[in-house]
Structure formats: C-alpha cells, structure tokens
C-alpha cells in the first residue's frame, strides 16, 4: 500500500508508506494474559540522504510558481526535498488461548529524501555576489535538512518504541498492521512539518533577501 501528502512551505514533501499483516485496529498490551516470554524483533530506522544538485535554469518568475507563493512575493531562490517514508513491521508471538494472541513487533523505518535541489534564479549568473549570497542562504537549508534527518530518524524510533516495541500487545484474531504503520506514518509527517517549518523560519530572518542585496551594494 502506499499512500502520499504534500506540504508546501519553502520545500516540498512527498511521504508515504508500506504495510504488511492483517489486522485489529486497536491492540492493547496485558501482562495477566500474555505471560510466557516472547523474543525481541529486531527494529531500525535509517535515513539516506542524497547529494545537493543545484538548478540554475529557471526564472525568478518559474521558480516563484515552482514554490506555490500566494502572498505576490519572488523567490529569488528556493530549496526543495521530496521526503519518503517506507515502513514494514516484523513479529514474534504465542497464543495463550484460542483466538487470543500475544505479540510483539519490531519497526522496520527506511526515510530519504528522493530529491534535494536547489534552485537559483537564472537571472543572476555564478560566481556573482547575488547568486553567491542566494546559494549561501539556500546550503543553509541543505544542512538544515541534513540535521532534521538525524532527529526525525531520533522521533520515530523513540516513538515506535514507547508505544509498540517496549510492549507485549494482546490481539483478539489476526494482528493488523495498518493501523500501526498509519500512526507511524502520521507521527513522522507531522514532526517533519513541524522541524521543517521550524527551521525555515529560522533561516529566513538570519540570511533575508534584503541583507543579502544590502551586503553587495557595500
């Protein structure tokens, strides 16, 4: 199964996901019932971040459209990353009782980003001060996303973990993972939004447009 959600801020975010076994949509833990020990599945979440390429072939007036701006502002340039998130679990378990099932559950999390471009008005040429100061204003985006990969990487499996992976869960039939991975998905789109948001805000009132036009006019 896949499924997609785009954000836009200054960057552009494709997440989506896959899943595995059947399903209750609610399993809660017991420790009365589910007493004999069940093996830890193995659980990890890795991220892969791709090389910058830099675009330096559309317009001001492309780019702008390119970024979706709705205030009537340009974007002189901009940063755009296209996020992934895929997701599969793995389980161990018993059944103490026909129908009852004890179960625990392993993550297995595989995050990149498919694309990271940054792209430069083509009305100002390299090795200007214009497109120099542009390009130093978008690589700060680069590293930001660079850093929110180690930290989403941090959150999901800290997440999984608290609520799935610590836990011996009681499952009334078949285990379905859906539910499970729709959370894990949702969690990691919403705290993607969140830091992406976040530090793009940040970045925009340390490096502006305008000091950037103010520190080659001096």
């Not at 007036?61 to 205030?71: A, F, G």
């Not at 997701?87 to 179960?103: M, T």
């Amino acid at each position: 199964m896949h499924k997609s959600l785009i954000y836009i801020i200054l960057i552009i975010i494709l997440t989506g996901f896959q899943g595995g076994l059947k399903a209750q949509p609610s399993p809660t833990s017991s420790e009365s019932i589910c007493t004999d020990p069940i093996p830890n599945p193995a659980s990890k979440v890795i991220f892969t971040v791709p090389n910058f390429e830099i675009d330096n072939t559309l317009s001001i007036d492309e780019i702008t459209k390119l970024s979706n701006v709705t205030n009537g502002s340009k974007n002189n340039g901009i940063t755009k990353a296209s996020l992934k998130q895929l997701y599969g679990l793995s389980g161990a378990g018993n059944s103490p009782r026909p129908g009852i099932n004890c179960i625990k559950i392993g993550l297995d999390g595989k995050l990149s980003y498919t694309s990271l471009k940054i792209y430069i008005g083509k009305e100002f040429k390299p090795n200007t001060c214009e497109y120099e100061g542009i390009l130093r204003h978008e690589m700060m985006h680069v590293q930001s996303l660079t850093n929110i990969s180690e930290e989403l990487t941090k959150e999901v499996d800290s997440y999984f973990k608290s609520k799935y992976g610590d836990k011996v869960l009681l499952v009334k039939g078949n285990f379905q993972s859906q539910p499970v991975i729709d959370d894990i998905f949702n969690y990691g789109s919403k705290q993607f939004d969140t830091m992406v948001s976040t530090q793009t805000k940040k970045i925009d009132t340390t490096l502006p447009w305008s000091k950037i036009k103010l520190e080659c006019k001096n």
